[in-house]
């Protein structure tokens, strides 16, 4: 469910409502995905009027973009060294 609200985010900003509309869950359920996103610093919020707009947040994605390359690089150092020893 968080990877479709992404999805839907990667067009622009969206309050709760707009995201609910086309999921199959609950406004509240959505409110709880988008709690977990923000805590993971991939969305960020405003208010608008008496509604939050939710947005992608760059940076945060760029923290998961530079861990993924520590991850991988770490990885596939390691899997050369074993195939070299052998």
């Known amino acids: 469910m968080r990877r479709a609200i992404l ?5 622009g900003p969206l309050a709760v409502g707009q995201l609910a509309r086309d999921l199959p ?4 359920a959505i409110s709880q995905h988008l709690r977990v ?5 991939l969305v960020s919020d405003r208010a608008s009027g008496t ?3 939710y947005q992608l ?4 994605f760029e923290s998961v973009r530079e861990y993924l390359d520590r991850f991988w690089t770490q990885a596939l150092e390691a899997f050369k060294r074993k195939v070299e020893q052998q």
């Not at 999805?7 to 067009?11: F, P």
């Not at 996103?37 to 610093?41: E, G, M, R, S, T």
């Open 7 to 11: 999805d839907r985010l990667l067009q």
């Open 25 to 28: 869950v609950s406004r509240p």
């Open 37 to 41: 996103l923000k805590l993971a610093n």
């Open 51 to 53: 509604r939050r707009v």
């Open 57 to 60: 947040n760059p940076q945060g």
